[in-house]
């Protein structure tokens, strides 16, 4: 009760302590904590999948950092990395990020151990905003968009009990109601035709084609051309089945094709982009700047996304996104996970000139992330703003420690 106390008492008094920062000078890590929810709760049907960390400092500062999901094995990857932590100055976000790599890249890349460092990485930007008395954005060059664009994401996720599959023309005007002019389906891999199901993602029938195209026919019957729409094919496709759907989509206007292929091959990657006219859109699924310089050396993709949670943080996501604008291609953030990676993906969004449209889920932002934040950003007219309070700017609800369905444990502590 005590941890939770003091927990809920750093995280309520942020302004008083930023400014007792910058009076004190340099920081250290002084404990390195998880913060874990309740595996059986439930809200509106959504579970917290996520696992936050949080670094204390010797001036009373704390930073706030996530990743997901598998939030089962993140405490103990978290012991991996916490002993390099303590002691150390959290303002130096570069140094820790590579020696904290070098330990873990001695593992194959994108496990746990490397979704807590993106973590940690997080934590210390805000960490460095709460001591700067700036928001995130800010201490990344400041604003180059003033407000961002979204498309909202279906994957399964139901809008007031209607789902994609069923009603997507009202799904579409419920949307363009508020203003949000963009929708991302998923007809190959969920609801009625689920071709992916039928035949395993190693061919695709003319039949299923023409199924699978049905609910976007139905939006573009309903609204026209008034609502954009993007496809994710949730990388379970090969080369011959991915180009046959795309070739069928190309008279419809789609945006860009998301993951229809495992990034494991880009020569692939390659072939499709060269061979559509659609857009190519990858990947969350990639991690670090590594990876995604052989794929814009690969000529592989038009529209670059990453997940700022998973590609190394926010150092990662801003680094990624500058090399992409060298090749002229825009960034379009994934965000279908928990609040923290909402918060963190506005802030790095709004400081790229290369920034096209945010990935945004109604069934998250107005149900699932208000439990446990109280100033959760949400769209209007379409568009989302950056939080302007020092660090991520996040304003965490009380209600969730008390009664349980949120807890601490400390990792390690000086």
């Known amino acids: 009760m005590l941890m939770r106390r003091k927990f809920l008492q750093a995280m309520a008094a942020w302004p008083a302590m930023a400014r007792a920062a910058r009076a004190a000078g340099p920081m250290k890590i002084t404990r390195v904590e998880a913060v874990r929810f309740r595996p059986d709760l439930?809200?509106?049907?959504?579970?917290?999948?996520?696992?936050?960390?949080?670094?204390?400092?010797?001036?009373?500062?704390?930073?706030?950092?996530?990743?997901?999901?598998?939030?089962?094995?993140?405490?103990?990857?978290?012991?991996?990395?916490?002993?390099?932590?303590?002691?150390?100055?959290?303002?130096?976000?570069?140094?820790?990020?590579q020696d904290i790599f070098y330990r873990i890249s001695y593992q194959p890349w994108g496990g746990?151990?490397?979704?807590?460092?993106?973590?940690?990485?997080?934590?210390?930007?805000?960490?460095?905003?709460?001591?700067?008395g700036m928001p995130v954005y800010q201490l990344l060059g400041g604003k180059a968009q003033e407000k961002l664009r979204v498309y909202n994401t279906m994957n399964g996720w139901p809008i007031l009990g209607m789902r994609e599959h069923d009603?997507?023309?009202?799904?579409?005007?419920?949307?363009?109601?508020?203003?949000?002019?963009?929708?991302?389906?998923?007809?190959?891999?969920?609801?009625?035709?689920?071709?992916?199901?039928?035949?395993?993602?190693?061919?695709?029938?003319?039949?299923?084609?023409?199924?699978?195209?049905?609910?976007?026919?139905?939006?573009?019957?309903?609204v026209g051309k008034q609502i954009d729409?993007?496809?994710?094919?949730?990388?379970?496709?090969?080369?011959?089945?991915?180009?046959?759907?795309?070739?069928?989509?190309?008279?419809?206007g789609i945006i860009y094709l998301e993951d229809p292929m495992l990034p494991d091959n880009l020569e692939a990657y390659a072939r499709?982009?060269?061979?559509?006219?659609?857009?190519?859109?990858?990947?969350?699924?990639?991690?670090?700047?590594?990876?995604?310089?052989?794929?814009?050396?690969?000529?592989?993709?038009?529209?670059?996304?990453?997940?700022?949670?998973?590609c190394g943080g926010i150092s990662e996501a801003k680094k990624i996104s500058d090399m992409a604008d060298t090749y002229k291609i825009p960034t379009s953030p994934h965000t279908g996970g928990g609040p923290l990676l909402w918060f963190a993906s506005i802030h790095v969004a709004t400081a790229l000139t290369n920034f096209y449209i945010m990935e945004s889920v109604y069934h998250?932002?107005?149900?699932?992330?208000?439990?446990?934040?109280?100033?959760?950003?949400?769209?209007?007219?379409?568009?989302?703003t950056a939080p302007e309070g020092p660090g991520l700017g996040v304003e965490i609800r009380e209600e969730a420690f008390r009664n349980g369905d949120a807890t601490v444990e400390t990792i390690a502590s000086l």
């Open 42 to 97: 439930r809200i509106q049907g959504l579970a917290p999948n996520w696992t936050w960390v949080r670094l204390h400092t010797d001036t009373g500062l704390a930073g706030l950092g996530e990743s997901y999901p598998t939030a089962q094995a993140h405490p103990g990857a978290l012991k991996e990395i916490a002993g390099m932590l303590l002691g150390k100055d959290p303002t130096r976000i570069e140094r820790l990020w």
């Open 112 to 132: 746990a151990e490397f979704r807590m460092l993106t973590a940690v990485n997080i934590a210390q930007w805000d960490l460095l905003g709460k001591a700067s």
């Open 167 to 222: 009603e997507p023309e009202k799904i579409a005007e419920f949307l363009l109601k508020r203003g949000v002019r963009a929708i991302k389906l998923y007809p190959y891999d969920r609801g009625p035709v689920n071709a992916f199901a039928r035949h395993g993602g190693t061919f695709i029938t003319e039949a299923d084609l023409e199924e699978s195209l049905e609910p976007i026919r139905r939006i573009r019957k309903a």
């Open 229 to 252: 729409i993007a496809l994710d094919l949730s990388s379970k496709w090969n080369l011959p089945c991915t180009l046959r759907i795309a070739r069928s989509l190309e008279p419809y």
């Open 272 to 310: 499709l982009a060269r061979e559509t006219s659609i857009p190519v859109c990858i990947s969350e699924r990639l991690a670090t700047r590594f990876r995604f310089r052989e794929m814009f050396e690969a000529r592989a993709v038009d529209v670059v996304m990453w997940d700022v949670t998973w």
């Open 364 to 384: 998250l932002y107005n149900d699932l992330y208000p439990h446990f934040i109280r100033n959760v950003p949400v769209p209007v007219d379409g568009y989302v």
